[in-house]
């Protein structure tokens, strides 16, 4: 009995050590994969509440961006966030702001997992008022 108790204790110790880092990378995966929603969630938000001020009368590009980087301070992507506005003209009266960032910016894990996303993008573009 003793003979096999320790087999047994032997084959879990390998069953562990096999199976073990396939888990751990599984695991990583879904939390690098929420983050890197999270950010991109974030980045829309942004977008949208600058293109929403943006809109309002006699908002400039530069109360937009510091509006936008506001909003991007608490998850720390203020200051590595590429920031376009294209205001709006009598041919197109929407206001457009792009927000990007590489997604190494902001990878917990890097290229670890073998894909890469480029860059992250939030997009939003609303009609000036009054035009």
């Known amino acids: 009995m003793r003979r096999l108790g320790k087999k047994r204790r032997g084959t879990v110790a390998v069953e562990m050590a096999v199976v073990s880092p396939v888990l751990f990378a599984i695991l990583f995966g879904i939390i690098e994969f929420g983050w890197l929603f ?6 829309v938000n942004a977008a949208r509440e600058g293109a929403r001020a943006g809109s309002l009368e006699g908002v400039d590009t530069a109360e937009i961006t510091d509006l936008v980087n506001d909003y991007l301070e608490p998850m720390g992507l203020n200051g590595r ?9 009598d041919d197109d009266p929407t206001v457009t702001v792009d927000l990007s960032i590489p997604q190494e910016e902001v990878s917990l894990v890097g290229n670890f997992f073998g894909f890469d996303m480029g860059t992250i993008r939030g997009v939003a573009a609303m009609r ?3 035009m």
Do not use: N, Q
């Open 81 to 89: 966030t590429t920031i376009t506005i294209t205001e709006a003209t």
């Open 128 to 130: 000036k008022e009054g």
């Open 38 to 43: 999270t950010v991109r969630h974030t980045l």
